[in-house]
């Protein structure tokens, strides 16, 4: 498929608006935490299976009041926006049918 000339410049700014929107900390202390997390699980499997199969206990047995708070919350919000004054809102064009 042949580019137009305008393809370049568009690939060329896009991926210079991307690479300006990442913050390079952010990213780099991001990345290496999920590095060496993927690096301590693929040498150590059992031991890695282990202590997230625990932290996952933990959470869950100390959390578990929250989720389901959330759940519940989330669904009166969407039975809010169902019933509720924004029943009536069109998310389109004024003349489209739902």
Same mark, same amino acid.
């Given at each position: 498929? &042949?580019?137009? +000339?305008?393809? @370049?410049? $568009?690939?060329?700014?896009? *991926?210079? *608006?991307? *690479?300006?929107?990442?913050? +390079?900390?952010?990213? =780099? !202390?991001? #990345? #290496? /935490?999920? /590095?060496?997390? /993927?690096?301590?699980?693929?040498?150590? +499997?059992?031991? %890695?299976?282990?202590?997230?199969?625990?932290?996952?206990? *933990?959470?869950?047995?100390?959390? =578990? !009041?929250?989720?389901?708070?959330?759940?519940? $919350?989330?669904?009166?919000?969407?039975?809010?926006? %169902? $019933? =509720? &004054?924004?029943?009536? /809102?069109? $998310?389109? +064009?004024?003349?489209?049918? @739902?």
């Amino acid at each position: 498929m &042949p580019q137009t +000339p305008d393809e @370049p410049a $568009l690939h060329s700014t896009t *991926r210079r *608006r991307i *690479r300006d929107s990442i913050h +390079p900390r952010v990213f =780099g !202390w991001s #990345a #290496a /935490v999920i /590095v060496l997390f /993927v690096v301590f699980a693929a040498s150590f +499997p059992e031991t %890695a299976g282990v202590l997230f199969g625990d932290l996952r206990s *933990r959470i869950t047995d100390a959390f =578990g !009041w929250f989720f389901i708070l959330a759940i519940i $919350l989330f669904l009166g919000f969407c039975a809010w926006l %169902a $019933l =509720g &004054p924004y029943a009536r /809102v069109r $998310l389109g +064009p004024d003349d489209s049918t @739902p």
